[in-house]
């Protein structure tokens, strides 16, 4: 299905009112380090503490009246749990969150906080499934986190902003899970900012987007065992993965080891509390994946909501 970049326009409009316009910040540290002019999207200072409520709330809000009555369901890591869960309370939407058992205790705090119904699953079993089984018993509409153009239209309003109060850009660096926020940012890209390279950027462990795009077939990665627990996607989705062939323009893999010491240098040095996958883009940036030097750069920090117990005792580990 395709989405177009007057859909993202529409989107934003449509949330103005629910997310918060996030800044755009910049750091003489990181740009004496690249030799680019870099302007961050630090979507860890967003509502809920990720981009993931822009989508959410696009999506909620074209629901009919009586879809938002019976309510919805949505299966999610973390991050897109918390997204619905928040955006049904500020819309009056009931909602039914499907979590991994070993969820993140910061997110799945969180998503019940916001007043979700939690339903938790164990390692093997099929969470879509689960949550399709839940929508036909109570009649839920199902609120995918990346494969659905309002999902992806929502997820765009991020690059949009950026676009406007940056100006064009060389390059867009973007994480990269599942492929809606990359494919809703690459659509806003090549409308504000023609020339601009969109490359989206995964961890090495789970790399089927980096291999779909490279072999231009879907592939697929199993549990993939990494820190970014918001990209352990088991591949990009039916809608999200041709809008990533047609408007992204190149993919990077970071390793974990790698992904540590770019979260943790945002963290010392511009005081950006950014979770693993949130740090992705900027991770290929600060080691050096791609030739940035003279360059206007764009980079989407995605999210902020880290475990800070796991994180301390990683940073221990490595000092």
């Given at each position: 299905?395709?989405?177009?970049?007057?859909?993202?326009?529409?989107?934003?409009?449509?949330?103005?009112?629910?997310?918060?316009?996030?800044?755009?910040?910049?750091?003489?540290?990181?740009?004496?380090?690249?030799?680019?002019?870099?302007?961050?999207?630090p979507?860890?200072?967003?509502?809920?503490?990720?981009f993931?409520?822009r989508?959410?709330?696009?999506?909620l809000m074209?629901?009919?009246?009586e879809?938002?009555r019976?309510?919805?369901?949505?299966?999610?890591?973390?991050?897109?749990?918390?997204?619905?869960?928040?955006?049904g309370?500020?819309?009056g939407?009931?909602?039914?969150?499907?979590m991994p058992?070993?969820?993140?205790?910061?997110?799945l705090?969180?998503?019940?906080g916001?007043g979700?119904?939690?339903?938790r699953?164990?390692?093997?079993?099929d969470r879509?499934?689960?949550?399709r089984?839940?929508?036909?018993?109570?009649?839920l509409?199902?609120?995918?986190?990346?494969?659905h153009?309002?999902?992806?239209?929502?997820?765009?309003t991020?690059?949009?902003?950026?676009?406007?109060?940056?100006?064009?850009?060389?390059l867009?660096?973007?994480?990269?899970?599942?492929?809606?926020?990359?494919?809703?940012?690459?659509?806003?890209a090549k409308?504000?900012?023609?020339?601009?390279?969109?490359?989206?950027?995964e961890?090495?462990?789970?790399?089927?987007a980096?291999?779909?795009?490279?072999?231009?077939?879907?592939?697929?990665?199993?549990?993939?065992?990494?820190?970014?627990?918001?990209?352990?996607?088991a591949?990009?989705?039916?809608?999200?993965?041709?809008?990533?062939?047609?408007?992204?323009?190149?993919?990077l893999a970071?390793?974990?080891?790698?992904l540590l010491?770019?979260?943790?240098?945002?963290?010392?040095?511009?005081?950006?509390?950014?979770e693993?996958?949130g740090?992705?883009?900027?991770?290929a940036?600060?080691?050096?994946?791609?030739?940035?030097k003279?360059?206007?750069?764009?980079?989407?920090?995605?999210?902020?909501?880290?475990?800070?117990?796991?994180?301390?005792?990683r940073?221990?580990?490595?000092?």
């Open positions: 299905m395709e989405v177009a970049f007057d859909d993202v326009a529409r989107a934003h409009e449509r949330i103005r009112g629910q997310v918060h316009r996030t800044p755009v910040l910049t750091s003489a540290t990181v740009d004496a380090r690249t030799g680019a002019r870099v302007f961050f999207k979507e860890n200072l967003q509502r809920m503490g990720a993931k409520i989508g959410a709330c696009n999506a074209q629901l009919s009246a879809e938002k019976r309510g919805v369901v949505a299966f999610s890591s973390g991050n897109h749990a918390q997204a619905v869960a928040l955006a309370r500020m819309l939407v009931p909602r039914v969150i499907v058992a070993d969820a993140p205790r910061v997110k705090e969180a998503t019940l916001y979700a119904e939690v339903v699953y164990e390692k093997g079993e879509e499934e689960l949550a089984r839940i929508a036909a018993e109570r009649g509409t199902l609120i995918p986190p990346f494969d153009p309002h999902i992806v239209a929502g997820q765009g991020a690059a949009k902003e950026l676009f406007e109060d940056a100006g064009a850009l060389d867009l660096l973007v994480p990269c899970g599942g492929g809606g926020l990359l494919s809703g940012c690459a659509i806003a409308a504000l900012s023609p020339a601009c390279r969109v490359i989206g950027v961890p090495a462990a789970g790399d089927d980096v291999r779909s795009f490279r072999t231009k077939t879907l592939q697929t990665v199993q549990a993939p065992d990494t820190i970014a627990d918001g990209a352990r996607t591949s990009l989705g039916r809608i999200t993965f041709p809008l990533v062939l047609r408007h992204v323009d190149d993919m970071v390793t974990d080891e790698e010491a770019a979260m943790f240098f945002l963290w010392e040095r511009m005081k950006l509390v950014v693993p996958t740090a992705l883009g900027a991770c940036l600060l080691e050096g994946k791609l030739d940035a003279g360059r206007r750069v764009g980079v989407v920090l995605s999210g902020g909501n880290v475990d800070l117990a796991w994180a301390a005792a940073l221990l580990r490595r000092r």
